[in-house]
Structures are given as C-alpha cells and as structure tokens.
C-alpha cells in the first residue's frame, strides 16, 4: 500500500504539475503528515521532487524529469477513457483502482495523446447497458461522432413527433443510456437532447465552434434525467408494503420510496416520516412480519398496475381507488384462468 502510494505521488505531480501537500492529501485520502513523509520517501530515493514556499507554492518535479510506462497505443489509451465505469467500479468498491490506472496512463501519455484522453471523458458518456435490448437503427451515429469530436457544427433532419425537421445545432456530447444513444447539444444557445436513432440524416459542417467551458456532460444528463423524472413521475401512489420488500418496491417502480409511517393495520395514516428501512434494519423488521406504509410517484396508473404486480402479495395499494380497483380485477382474472385450468 506504501509503495502504490509513493507511485500515486509520484504520477499526480507528474500529470498535474505543481500542487500542494494539502492537495495531495485530499486526492490520495490521506493526513498531511503521510504525505511528507511519502515525499521524503521519494526524495531519498532518488526522485528530484522538491518544494517551493509561499503562497502559490507547493511540491514539484524537476523540469524534464518523467517516470514513463509503455505498450499503450492511441486507440489503446482512448478505450480505457471510454471505459464508463467510475460509477460501477466505485459501488464495487474499486474506485480508487480504476482511478490509479487512468491516473498512471495519463502520466504515461505524450502530451498530444494525453490531450486527447481528456477531451474523450469531456465529449462521451456511457451509462450500464441493460442485459437483454434490441438494436436500434443508427445510420447517422458515426457522423454525429465526429462533429462532437471535432467540435464541429451538424446540420440534421430529425424525426420529430409531427414529422421530419431540418435542425441545425452545435454537438456537445453523446451519451449512451442503457441500449439508447443521446445527442446533448446547443441550438438557439439552449441545450436539447436528442435520440439518435431519430437523425434520419446528418451532416459535420466544416467550420467549428467554441465549446462552453463550463459545460459538464455527466452533470448536466443527471440534471437533466432528474428534472425528467420529477415531471413526468406527476400521481402519487399510497401502499401498504412489508417491510422486507422496501427494496424491492423502489427496484420495480424504479422510484424513490418515503416510509410514512410503521402499519398496525387500523386504517389510519400519520405524516410522521420515518427514516427508511434497508439492509439489516429491513431483515430484523421482516423476522416481525412488519409492514409499513410508504408513498412513491409513478407516470401513470397504468405503469404502477404493471409494476406492482411484480410484489404480488407483499404490496397493498391504499390509494388511488382506481389502482387499487384495476389491481383487484387483474388478480381476479387472473384467478379465475388458474382456477379454471384445474377443472
């Protein structure tokens, strides 16, 4: 661990330059006093790293001075920045993993390929793919590519919901979410997200534009799928759910599920929030046959009738009516057909 340390180091100052005890601290998760003694480490052994005071001061490299790693070509060095698994390796627990690799290929990196492996994570954006998908139509996906690699204009004809419209816009990133590729853009000095495979035809204009510096693509798509969410997740759903099954409802609705109140079966609800029950706490409940009321939102009555399904008997729709009322007939039917084939 000391010695992956002292290479984590020595590759931040080499890829970043100048930077303080304090940042160094931050970026590794570790005291200050770890990083003196990590830099007297590298010091004695022979890496010309040194300190300059002051206030814009901190610890650097001697000019000219590089520890290189070789075998990486450019698509080579470029696949790993399209990787997408920040997210994934860091609920693995390899966060931090992931990190040291990205950080020693970009030390590795001559400046131009480095440049280049930065502007990938800028301009491309991939979210987990779902096992089990059909491909999409993509005529127009390799075109829209290299305008947003290019920072190049794109004059397209898009499938709108009254037909086809000529638009042109200036591409900032792509973002593939689940099976489906997003194109995230300005047009207007606005930006709009739009489906790719509903780009009939496209085309990268010559000339280029000026990226906005403070755009963040991975931010400005959980923005904008929150801001989605919350507008399109409009009725609100009141269920009687055992308290074993808090996860399970939050993975089939795929909403955020608030607990109300613990369930005694008296037909009363209180608003007094509870906090959520997860994990262990979720288990011991459950040893109790313990149930609890919740809420969650859904976009229609008809896509919570489908999703709750899922839950069967763990799950109770109190309100509204209409749900519970569709629910009831549902298994009712479906009660009736199991019923009937044993005859």
């Not at 075109?143 to 419209?165: F, H, N, Q």
Request: proline share 4%.
């Amino acid at each position: 661990m000391h010695a992956s340390r002292l290479i984590s180091v020595l590759l931040l100052l080499q890829t970043r330059g100048r930077m303080t005890a304090r940042e160094l601290a931050d970026e590794l998760e570790v005291s200050l006093r770890t990083i003196y003694r990590d830099v007297d480490g590298l010091a004695a052994a022979g890496v010309p790293v040194y300190a300059e005071r002051g206030p814009a001061g901190g610890y650097q490299l001697v000019d000219g001075y590089r520890t290189r790693l070789t075998g990486l070509n450019q698509d080579e060095a470029e696949a790993l920045f399209l990787s997408g698994l920040e997210g994934p390796a860091a609920q693995l627990g390899l966060g931090t993993v992931l990190a040291a690799a990205q950080l020693k290929v970009l030390a590795a990196l001559p400046p131009e390929l480095r440049g280049r492996a930065a502007r990938l994570r800028e301009r491309f954006l991939f979210v987990a793919p779902r096992w089990f998908h059909r491909d999409e139509t993509l005529p127009a996906l390799a075109t829209v590519a290299e305008a947003v690699w290019e920072s190049r204009p794109l004059a397209m004809t898009y499938a709108g919901p009254d037909g086809p419209v000529e638009r042109r816009v200036q591409p900032l990133g792509l973002v593939l979410k689940a099976d489906t590729w997003y194109l995230v853009a300005s047009r207007d000095h606005l930006l709009r997200t739009y489906r790719v495979s509903r780009i009939l035809e496209a085309t990268c204009l010559p000339e280029r534009f000026e990226r906005p510096e403070a755009f963040d693509l991975a931010s400005h798509w959980e923005a904008t799928a929150t801001a989605f969410e919350a507008t399109t997740r409009r009725l609100e759903m009141l269920v009687r759910v055992r308290a074993d099954a808090i996860d399970d409802l939050e993975y089939a609705t795929g909403a955020d599920v608030t607990q109300i109140a613990a369930d005694e079966g008296t037909g009363g609800v209180t608003d007094v929030l509870v906090a959520p029950i997860h994990g262990d706490a979720a288990v011991a409940a459950a040893a109790t046959d313990r149930w609890v009321r919740a809420r969650f939102r859904s976009s229609s009555i008809a896509t919570a009738h489908d999703d709750l399904l899922r839950l069967g008997a763990r799950v109770e729709v109190l309100a509204p009516l209409e749900l519970r009322e569709r629910l009831a007939a549902t298994v009712g039917a479906m009660s009736a057909v199991y019923h009937a084939g044993k005859r």
